[in-house]
């Protein structure tokens, strides 16, 4: 459950707070979130809504993006959630979930087409790569994680869902990881995703679609960054279009844009 609007007083003296829920866990932001008698208010949120613990969100930090939290009530940060009729392990002290992205893993799963290939660069947990093996018709779904954490939730989420002949994990970092020339899809998924542009067009087997993420104030600043270094790797390209999945920051947005690039122009990473 998400509350849309920030901390703010009601005209009652009730304190209105902004939240998500993820399986049995309350997770506040710590920018929303009010500084005065956070304890008191985690164990009234929990009592509420009948959520076992609740977690203060501080952010993520190093390469693995490993979560900043404070436990503000109960014992457990471990949980199940289910999204779209999938179900994810996570413990919220070890990986990430953003409940923002939820739109864009419906919208991928509406574009992949019958017997695609589609790679995953960083699956995370399995964040689109069980959502798309789930509902779509693609052979399979070549997932990449280097995460060690991230990558054990994966294959257990995959066993969770009964898609262990659909995913095929792949531990280790994209860059030598994924495999060549094997999708017609590749889902970049990580906010520097640009710098693993060579690495996503060799894992195309022809003609294919890529999904870049990344943050900008404009959708055009993003754009501008993807297409220098597309013309840097000599691709044919076409840009299907830049979607706006959620804030990130004051006044800068998670962007992903949409391609359709030929790699047989492109030089090898």
């Known amino acids: 459950m998400e509350r849309p609007h920030a901390p703010e007083e009601s005209g009652q003296g009730e304190v209105r707070l902004r939240f998500q829920r993820l399986g049995d866990i309350i997770v506040v932001k710590d920018r929303f979130f009010p500084k005065e008698n956070r304890e008191e208010l985690a164990r009234s949120l929990a009592e509420r809504f009948g959520a076992k613990s609740v977690v203060l969100d501080m952010g993520i930090e190093g390469e693995f993006r490993k979560p900043r939290i404070r436990l503000l009530y109960g014992s457990s940060t471990e949980t199940f959630h289910r999204e779209n009729g999938v179900v994810y392990h996570l413990d919220l002290s070890k990986v990430m979930f953003s409940k923002g992205n939820v739109h864009e893993r419906r919208r991928l799963i509406s574009l992949v087409r019958e017997g695609e290939v589609v790679v995953d660069m960083f699956a995370g947990i ?144």
């Open 126 to 269: 399995g964040y689109f790569s069980l959502q798309i093996a789930k509902h779509t018709r693609a052979s399979r779904v070549v997932s990449c994680e280097k995460n060690p954490d991230a990558f054990a939730f994966l294959v257990e989420n995959i066993m969770i869902n009964g898609l262990e002949t659909r995913v095929q994990p792949m531990m280790g970092d994209c860059r030598e990881a994924c495999p060549w020339r094997v999708g017609d899809r590749v889902i970049m998924g990580y906010l520097d995703a640009v710098k693993f542009l060579e690495h996503a067009v060799a894992a195309l087997r022809g003609p294919g679609h890529l999904h870049v993420h990344g943050t900008g104030k404009t959708p055009r600043e993003l754009l501008d960054e993807v297409e220098v270094r597309l013309g840097q790797l000599g691709c044919t390209y076409e840009v299907l279009g830049v979607r706006r999945v959620k804030s990130y920051a004051p006044r800068v947005y998670h962007y992903v844009v949409d391609l359709r690039v030929d790699p047989r122009s492109a030089a090898s990473p």
